[in-house]
Structures are given as C-alpha cells and as structure tokens.
C-alpha cells in the first residue's frame, strides 16, 4: 500500500495518520501537485493528493473515500462509528475540521502562490474568517477529552491536522489563548506515531 502526498496538506496527514492509528503497513511517497504531477495524476486524473494505491494497485482518491475504504477493513474498530448517535456526531464534528482544513489551504494558495499585487483581501479576510470561526465551533464542541467523547476519533484526527497546519503556517491567526481545549488535545497526541511520523515536513 503506498499513500501518495505531502504531510504538508492536511488531507494527506488525515489519512496518513489513520493509517498509523490502524497499524496498517503503507509506504509514503511525499509527492507535491506542481512538482510529481505526472506520477500523481496516473492514480487520480484529477491530479490531487492525497490518493491511496492498493496492493492490488487499485487507487482511491480524496481523503474522504480513502477514509471510507480504511474504515470498512476495520469494522468496529473504525475511528468513525458504523452507525447511530454517535456516527452522526462525529461525521457532523469531522466535517467541521475538513472545512476548516479546506479553508486553511485556500487561504495558503492566496497568499503563498499569488504576487502580493494579485491577493485579493475581501476573499482572504472572509477565508480567515471561516479558519478562526472553524476552530472556534470545535472548541465548543469538546467537553470530554476527546472531540466526540472519551475515546480517539476521525473528528479528532482532523481537526488535528487542520490545527496544525494554521499553526505553522499562519501562526498570527490565532490569538494565544483561543482554542485552549483543541491546543491542550493537539499537544496530548502529538508524542503519538500517528501525528509524530506525520508531522508537516
């Protein structure tokens, strides 16, 4: 199994993650949309990471289905409930990260790849926006150790990643004491393989 893309994009590190937590055996080909584009879109026409190539060499692309497929090798071991209360919960929390990461890496490429000249402020302002109102949500949410509860789940996974990747690369975003709840969970894991081995190179 080999997963394809940078642990920089937090949707690559999501599944990356996962996979750790899963004790599944994968190797990580650290490849990046502009510079391995022809290797990336052999597996997704789309050329975008992450995408998951199978034993069988079979590929799944966008984290979302990646997700789904790991899921169901695990079975009630998945990081996502099978059904239920607690299925929806998390879905519901996990969309909330994936959004936020979504948010974060549009705010990247308006100011990491456009000429200063060429940003177009109303649009970042209100992406920023959407970041801080994102983690601010999931603060709310945590009134247990865990996102969702007392055990590790994808909503947790994903908010990680997102959270992080606005730390690093837009550290003046969030004041330093915002989001103590999701701050204190981030560095509770962060000793973990599944976050250590996935940090954003």
């Given at each position: 199994m080999r997963l394809l893309g940078t642990y920089g994009s937090p949707f690559v590190r999501r599944v990356g993650a996962t996979l750790h937590l899963y004790a599944i055996p994968f190797d990580h080909a650290p490849l990046q949309t502009a510079a391995d584009r022809d290797e990336i879109t052999a597996h997704n026409p789309l050329g975008r990471i992450p995408a998951l190539v199978l034993d069988d060499g079979t590929a799944i692309a966008d984290s979302s289905a990646i997700l789904d497929h790991l899921d169901e090798t695990m079975g009630e071991a998945a990081l996502t409930p099978r059904s239920g209360p607690a299925?929806?919960?998390?879905?519901?929390?996990?969309?909330?990260?994936?959004?936020?990461?979504?948010?974060?890496?549009?705010?990247?490429?308006?100011?990491?790849?456009?000429?200063?000249?060429?940003?177009?402020?109303?649009?970042?302002?209100?992406?920023?926006?959407?970041?801080?109102?994102?983690?601010?949500?999931?603060?709310?949410?945590?009134?247990?150790?865990?996102?969702?509860?007392?055990?590790?789940?994808?909503?947790?996974?994903?908010?990680?990643?997102?959270?992080?990747?606005?730390?690093?690369?837009?550290?003046?975003?969030?004041?330093?004491?915002?989001?103590?709840?999701?701050?204190?969970?981030?560095?509770?894991?962060?000793?973990?393989?599944?976050?250590?081995?996935?940090?954003?190179?």
């Open positions: 299925r929806r919960r998390v879905l519901a929390l996990t969309a909330i990260g994936l959004g936020t990461a979504e948010k974060y890496v549009a705010a990247w490429y308006e100011t990491a790849m456009r000429p200063e000249t060429h940003v177009w402020q109303p649009w970042l302002d209100r992406l920023q926006a959407q970041i801080v109102q994102g983690l601010a949500a999931l603060e709310a949410e945590m009134t247990g150790p865990y996102l969702a509860g007392d055990s590790l789940t994808q909503a947790d996974v994903t908010a990680i990643c997102a959270l992080d990747g606005v730390l690093i690369d837009m550290p003046d975003l969030i004041a330093p004491g915002a989001i103590p709840k999701l701050r204190g969970l981030r560095d509770r894991l962060a000793d973990l393989d599944a976050f250590r081995l996935t940090a954003p190179e």
